[in-house]
């Protein structure tokens, strides 16, 4: 025998202190079969089905642009995701996309646990995928065991070599696919095929794909158990009335055999544990390594329909009707009494609470915040630059000149011609070097379409015009019909 001090020291019968930690059991999940599955696989197939295809998506934006619909060209500083077209300067559209994602986790996880864990999760997604093509090579969870603890015979490496070979195809696939939401998803398949990528092309393929085999062939439940921060902090978001998959003990309890008198509906079978995907056993409460699933329900419920008795032992419930259901049985005997006053004691989940309100309430507000930004973006930006080195130059008529740079984002496709006109008191000069003229002698500046244009101008103030040391000026830009398209602040500096 052995006990556990506080310390973590594991005490051997006998005086010898041995060591607590032990290599760790390999999971063997058995598939199972029922709606939670069903509605996984569905799940499955949609998240595997955007990830692979998005990148061979087609959307055209014109001549000279990419047709990828969903990139980020890095090497033209944008991403483009379908018609619209961030900017690098407009990456905190990116954040507010991170900021709604993390809220609308956060209000998901206080209604239905840790669904996204469960469902969505890409740790969960790659991993269900690897375990089907476990299935198909090595047999299910017995079959699986005996193949492992068999010795090595020619049969057995065959089976093992087949299994990671498709493994393999699959985290290829993989880290292929990312690649191409980065670059022309054709052409960097065929440069990767051929040989004729780039090394950073290869190694970041390389990466990704060994990361797919390694999680979700190896790691399995370890990453989330022992890597993912997720299940370290979603206690947090949880209350009495979110719903999660739970053992009804009122019904369940005492556990025995299923001919045997006055014990619950669980029987023991042990269905549940061998349906979970980390290994753990759902009769013992809320744990860590519960990514909520749902396969045990699955399990449980068959194993409910071949003893004739209810479903449900095993099911997404919340806390508060779990100890509803528990007071409201304690003292009655096992059996159908007992199963319908735990059942009357149930309460219609409580959607609509505090804590979702305010969940819902910041999601509306970023959302709102992030959908007025974008509707208001501009098409075209001026910023104009002083020159400080040196502030000004004096010529040799007298006169004070202060020199600028005005860039010029235009972010439609169309080119663009606009004239250039200053504000500033009379007598000041504006020259905009290399620059064209139009009908009335003002600079005619052209913007490049889908990209930015730089222009030095110059600003000269008549001797003896009295100037003082800093003289606001304005940049203005016309379009043919005269109508300020932008403007632009700036100053004017003198000598004392």
């Known amino acids: 025998m052995s006990r556990i001090d506080p310390g973590g020291v594991a005490h051997v019968a006998g005086g010898e202190a041995g060591s607590l930690y032990a290599a760790g ?276 419920d068959e194993v409910m329909r071949r003893l004739s008795r209810p479903a449900g032992l095993v099911a997404f419930e919340t806390l508060a009707n779990l100890a509803a259901s528990e007071a409201a049985t304690a003292g009655i005997a096992p059996g159908p009494a007992r199963q319908v006053r735990g059942m009357k004691a149930r309460q219609p989940v409580r959607f609509s609470r505090p804590r979702t309100w305010l969940y819902a309430g910041v999601l509306g507000a970023v959302a709102a915040v992030m959908l007025g930004a974008f509707l208001l973006r501009p098409t075209a930006t001026l910023a104009v630059l002083r020159d400080r080195a040196p502030i000004f130059v004096r010529l040799s008529d007298g006169g004070i000149r202060n020199a600028y740079t005005l860039k010029l984002e235009n972010r439609t496709r169309p080119d663009a011609a606009l004239a250039l006109v200053l504000d500033a008191p009379e007598g000041f000069r504006l020259v905009v070097q290399d620059s064209a003229a139009d009908a009335e002698a003002r600079p005619l500046l052209a913007l490049r379409q889908d990209g930015i244009t730089q222009w030095r101008a110059l600003v000269t103030a008549p001797a003896g015009a009295g100037l003082p040391e800093s003289t606001p000026v304005r940049f203005r830009l016309l379009d043919a019909a005269g109508h300020t398209v932008l403007a632009e602040r700036s100053v004017f500096l003198a000598p004392k």
């Open 25 to 300: 059991q390999k999971v063997y999940p058995k598939a199972v079969h029922g709606p939670v599955r069903r509605a996984k696989w569905a799940i499955l197939a949609a998240c595997l089905a955007l990830y692979y295809l998005v990148p061979w998506l087609r959307w055209d934006r014109g001549a000279g642009m990419p047709d990828q619909a969903v990139l980020v060209d890095i090497a033209n500083a944008r991403i483009f995701l379908l018609w619209i077209e961030i900017w690098p300067q407009e990456i905190y559209f990116l954040t507010g996309l991170l900021v709604l994602a993390a809220i609308g986790l956060f209000a998901v996880t206080s209604l239905f646990g840790r669904v996204w864990c469960g469902f969505a999760c890409p740790q969960t997604v790659w991993t269900d995928l690897f375990l089907w093509v476990e299935r198909r090579i090595e047999g299910d969870r017995n079959a699986r065991m005996r193949l492992d603890a068999a010795p090595t015979t020619r049969g057995k490496a065959l089976r093992k070599l087949a299994k990671h070979a498709a493994w393999l195809v699959i985290a290829a696939a993989t880290g292929g696919a990312w690649i191409m939401y980065f670059q022309d998803a054709p052409t960097v398949t065929r440069d990767i095929l051929t040989g004729g990528a780039s090394l950073e092309t290869y190694v970041f393929f390389g990466l990704f794909a060994g990361t797919t085999y390694t999680l979700a062939g190896w790691a399995r439940e370890q990453v989330c158990t022992y890597m993912c921060p997720w299940p370290r902090f979603q206690a947090a978001m949880l209350d009495e009335n979110s719903l999660v998959v739970s053992y009804r003990g009122w019904r369940g309890e005492p556990r025995g055999k299923a001919k045997a008198a006055g014990v619950g509906d669980c029987v023991d079978c042990r269905a549940c544990l061998h349906a979970c995907p980390t290994g753990i056993d759902i009769r013992d409460g809320q744990q860590l390594e519960c990514i909520g699933c749902g396969l045990c329900i699955d399990a449980c």
